[in-house]
């Protein structure tokens, strides 16, 4: 299973690097064109800011990611990678996303902390095929400020709500159509969860 | 719904476990990447990795026992102890820390906060407070460094505010009047911190029985605790900790 992980310099890739290799994946982590235009997988995480994603733009990663995914190359976006998906994100007005999905990314509601950080449950789409055999109401670890809203292409969804909070907040928690997926959590960092998240993707095929 | 995370601690000397967590049926008590396994199938949320090793040349050791240890688990992991300038963070996440902690460098520089958050996001960064109250007001409570020994005429939460306006992403918050007493944490100064910032305030210091991580994330408002020589006092492991959370109320991951 060959995997390419892009690095946009934002943030720390190792955890992202190791599960993949722990799970027999065979990495290339590149910044390169010619690495993603080859690419048979490709993962694209990302922790901090989402104007870091001005670097894909700013390099002509976009377009040619934008190219594989047309061609039906899998994607798995993580945290902003997940974000970056969408058109784009009030935390960076002027940085839009690839639009693969046309909704916003916006920050949590005021009235209770922000980031978002630790673990939170799952409750995830039945025909999701980034969750295949994972169990309704599992846990993932986040660690995030703004968030993607629920829609048609939601494949889990979670609820940042405080206890005895009737009104909760739920966004995406993971995204998923065709061959373009993306998660909000870190499935690196998520136990046995997240490495059947990644098993999952790397066995992705289409169908 | 968001869960309280309970956070294994292990203290690291030379490359070794020295107190904290420990498995009596363990062939190996003291290799920090055996118990961090250990502790994260357990169930563990969180594992931390506190360098005490007092030398320099201890440095080479810790970069290889943080990077045998990173192999082993896949849940976050945070290494603190002796991190003075953003390079030695930046060698630390290279070596597959998720997080650092810092303290007294935190204090001496305020600007590293922000030097390490704008590398690696503020969510890595973890601001250690070691603070003590002796009875008065938490408002009052002063912050020490040097581990523990030396008074810096700070106050803990006006210092946890201004660690966050410089881009801390969490707080850890010791109490060194609760520290080792097993007598339950304090849920007065932990509330008062955690209500004073918006981020994450990790509790520590004092735990002696489930009862006392009830507390702390109740009346403390915590949003995790440190757990370490709980262990050799009657809890069997953090999973046994977490059911006995769970029957009190508290959300917690599980099954983990």
Known sequence: MRVTV???????????????????????????????????????PGVGHFAA??????????????????????????????????????EAPNCPGLAAFPEMCERFAPGKKVPHVGWNSLAIRPASRLFAGIPENSFAYFTHSWRAPVTSATAAVTDYGEPGDLQGETFSAAVEHRNVMGVQFHPEKSGETGLRVLRNFLEWRAC | MLTKRIIACLDVRDGRVVKGVQFVDLIDAGDPAELAAR??????????????????????????????????????????G???????????????????SINSSALATPGLIGAIGARFGAQAVIVAIDARRKGGSPEDAEVFVAGGRKPTGRRAVEWAREAESRGAGEILLTSMDSDGT?????????????????IPVIASGGAGNATHFTQVFGEG????????????????????????????GI?????C
Do not use: M
Request: with cysteine; proline share 2%.
């Open chain 1, 53 to 90: 994603t001005q670097f894909l733009e700013d390099h002509h990663l976009k377009s040619a990611i934008q190219e594989k995914i047309a061609a039906g190359t899998p994607f798995l976006g993580i945290c902003v990678g997940l974000q970056w998906l969408f058109a784009g994100s009030s």
């Open chain 2, 82 to 100: 002796g991190i003075r300038t953003a390079d030695d963070a930046t060698a630390i996440f290279e070596a597959g820390a998720d997080k650092i």
């Open chain 2, 39 to 80: 502790h994260a199938a357990a169930g563990a949320d969180e594992i931390v990795f506190l360098d005490i090793t007092a030398t320099h040349e201890g440095r080479g050791t810790l970069l290889d026992s943080v990077r045998r240890t990173a192999q082993r688990i896949f849940v976050p992991f945070t290494v603190g």
């Open chain 1, 6 to 44: 892009i690095d946009y310099k934002a943030g720390n890739l190792t955890s992202v690097v190791k599960a993949l290799r722990h799970l027999g994946a065979d990495v290339t982590v590149t910044e390169n064109l010619a690495d993603v235009g080859s690419a048979e997988r490709i993962v694209l």
């Open chain 2, 251 to 255: 959300p917690v991951r599980l099954p």
């Open chain 2, 221 to 248: 408002k915590a949003d995790a605790a440190l757990a370490a020589s709980i262990f050799h006092f009657g809890i069997h492991d953090v999973r046994t900790l977490k059911e006995e959370l769970q029957r009190d």
């Open chain 2, 182 to 198: 097993r007598a339950g944490f304090d849920c007065v100064l932990t509330a008062a911190v955690s209500q004073a910032v918006q």
